[in-house]
């Protein structure tokens, strides 16, 4: 279940109480989920990669048509908002950014604790289904030929509710998450996560960023980690046997992190010795100050 948030801060550096209006009904925004957002970790008093979420909330708005978000601006109220949360314990991080009722952008930031389920997660691994996302990637893929260019599926985009939908499937199938995967058979992501697998020959591997996916920021800053570790690291389309056969699964993402995925389809997944410590990879990557 999602925490209220506790923490608001607009953009003028305000910190309001959680109640507080920061828009109105019948703001596109809040009306149709019509604006974009990131979603971030704070951990030790910090934000995590903030950078990299700054930056895709920018190509992001770019996508769906709204002002460029003024980084220094944005990087004070995420600086604001992170100071005030008590403790050196964790916390979810929201940039939401979109159209207001009179056409102009609405943008705050808000913080709330970790759900309960992202410990569980991170300790256990969690089981998923595939689940078919309806959309072809396309001959010759990666190219994402079929993809109007209105689409959101790239993009960060507050309109969550089939990405809800597709959890809530799996939940009430038993499993824990989702594999999206395209028409035509290939490993898109998770509705909430980038896809991360080891090969059998130690190469981490996600589906290619031209498919129509959210580019991962916790995948890239795990690349970076991972090649300087001098491990080989790779975009790659996967069909859901790929799955089935690789040394581990993950499902990476800025707040859960890491979680193993120990079952696919009903399939107990191989835990090999050897496998890349993909979690103290994940640790080292949000830890990286930008
Ligand atoms: N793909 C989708 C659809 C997501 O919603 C997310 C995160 O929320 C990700 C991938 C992973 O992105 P990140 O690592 O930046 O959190």
């Known amino acids: 279940m999602t925490s209220p948030a506790e923490i608001v801060v607009t953009l003028d550096g305000a910190v309001v ?3 507080f209006p920061v828009g109105h009904v019948d ?5 149709r989920g019509d604006g974009v957002f990131e979603t971030l970790l704070v951990r030790g008093g910090r934000a995590c990669l903030v950078g990299r979420h700054l930056d895709r909330l920018a190509r992001s ?8 978000p003024d980084q220094p601006r944005w990087r004070s109220a995420v600086a604001t908002a992170a100071r005030q949360w008590p403790g050196a314990g964790e916390a979810v991080m929201r940039l939401v950014w979109g159209r207001g009722h009179d056409g102009e952008p609405v943008g705050f930031v808000a913080a709330s604790p970790l759900p309960d389920r992202v410990a569980a997660a991170r300790r256990d691994g969690v089981s998923a289904i595939t689940m078919d996302r309806g959309i072809s990637v396309g001959e010759p893929p990666p190219m994402g030929a079929g993809l109007p ?3 959101t599926a790239d993009v960060k985009s507050l309109s969550y509710a089939v990405n809800a939908a597709a959890l809530r499937h799996a939940q009430n199938h038993g499993a824990d998450d ?3 995967t395209s028409a035509d058979g290939y490993v898109l992501e998770g509705p ?4 991360l697998i080891a090969t059998g020959d130690g190469v981490l591997v996600t589906p290619p960023s031209t498919l129509p996916i959210l580019s991962g920021t916790t995948v890239a800053a795990v690349f970076d980690v991972a090649r300087r570790r001098g491990a080989s690291c790779d975009e790659r389309l996967l069909r859901p046997c790929d799955l089935l056969v690789a040394e581990g699964v993950w499902l990476l993402s800025s707040v859960t992190l890491a979680a193993r995925v120990h079952t696919l389809d009903g399939h107990a997944l191989a835990a090999a010795d050897g496998v890349p410590d993909v979690a103290a990879m ?9």
């Open 149 to 151: 260019r209105w689409s």
């Open 61 to 68: 708005a770019a996508s769906v048509g709204l002002p460029p």
């Open 178 to 180: 989702v594999v999206l």
């Open 192 to 195: 909430r996560s980038s896809v």
């Open 27 to 31: 703001d596109p925004l809040f009306a």
């Open 282 to 290: 994940v640790d080292e990557a949000v830890g990286t100050p930008d």
């Open 17 to 19: 109480a959680a109640g």
